[in-house]
Structure formats: structure tokens, C-alpha cells
């Protein structure tokens, strides 16, 4: 098949794509163009060569792009999970009591939140970090403390 023949191919397969999306026609005008590509530069190919070549391409392609497209909601499934744990995206965060922490409790706000929290009896005015959560309770540490390895981030039991 003429290399012009692939070329037409991959930009119909190409504008196939703007017509009906679908994420794979794309791909296979890719290897399409490809395979015209390889055609001009190996002139006595053959038909059956041409066909394997772009099987083999559209299949790389094919391939890689779902790869990609798992790797990609994966990552957007760990950020959905976080979107309604309020507490669980505070982890890690540097906060200013507001209140004094007494008896291992206390309350802190946090933008224009006021939350509860837990942690070593401290003044007002004391900077504490977001070690964990217990449910919608901020478990607070000293900001000099290094991080707990054993801090509960989940909901509440």
C-alpha cells in the first residue's frame, strides 16, 4: 500500500476521532501515519508487512494508552477519596491554638472552622501541627515533635 494511502488513513482515523471521541481512534491513525512513515522509507515492503506493522503499532498504542489512562485514575481515585475527609486533608498542617489545650482537649480554628482537638496541654498561642484525626477531632503535636508513626487518620471507630 502507498505510503500516501497510510497518511490518508491515519488523518481520516485522526478527524474520525474529532467526530466520535472515543480516545482510541486517535491512536490508530498514530500508527496509521507511523506505518506510512515506515512505508516511504522501505519502498518493497509488501501489503503483509504494512498490515503486521500496523497491528503491531496500534496495539503499542493501544496499549500505552490505557496504561496511561489507569495510571491517571488511579491517581484521581486517591484525591476523590480525600474530597469529603476535611479532617484528613488538615494532616500535616501547622496550626496556632486558640484555646489552651487542658486535660488533652482543646479547640483551635482552622480557616473560619472550629475544631476540636487533642494533644499535650499547651497555652493559647502555642504552634501545633496536624498529627492525625480520631472521627472530626484534630490529634495535635508540638511542631518540633518529629511525626508519629502510629497516628489513627480513619474515621471514627
Keep these: 500500500m502507498s505510503p500516501l ?9 485522526i478527524a474520525a476521532e474529532l467526530v466520535l471521541p472515543g480516545i ?11 506505518t506510512g512513515l515506515v512505508t516511504a522509507l522501505w519502498h518493497d515492503w509488501g501489503l503483509i508487512n504494512e ?10 498504542a493501544v ?18 477519596s480525600r474530597i469529603n475527609d476535611r479532617a484528613g486533608q488538615l494532616v500535616g498542617r501547622a496550626v496556632m491554638l486558640t484555646e489552651p489545650i487542658a486535660n488533652g482537649h482543646g479547640r483551635v480554628f482552622v480557616g473560619d472552622t472550629l ?18 484525626h480520631r472521627g472530626m477531632i484534630l490529634l495535635l503535636q508540638d511542631a518540633t515533635e518529629p511525626p508519629r508513626q502510629s ?4 474515621a471514627a471507630e
Excluded at 51 to 60: C, K, V
Excluded at 63 to 80: F, K, Q, T, Y
Excluded at 115 to 132: F, L, N, S
Design 5 to 13: 494511502l497510510w497518511g490518508a488513513l491515519g488523518a481520516l482515523l
Design 24 to 34: 482510541f481512534l486517535i491512536w490508530f491513525g498514530g500508527a496509521a501515519l507511523l
Design 51 to 60: 498490515a503486521g506493522f500496523f497491528t503491531i503499532a496500534a496495539g503499542t
Design 63 to 80: 496499549g500505552i494508552a490505557i496504561a496511561h489512562a489507569r495510571r491517571r485514575n488511579a491517581s484521581a481515585e486517591v484525591d476523590a
Design 115 to 132: 475544631w476540636a482537638v487533642e494533644g499535650p496541654d499547651r497555652p493559647a498561642g502555642t504552634a501545633m501541627v496536624v498529627a492525625g
Design 151 to 154: 497516628t489513627y487518620h480513619g
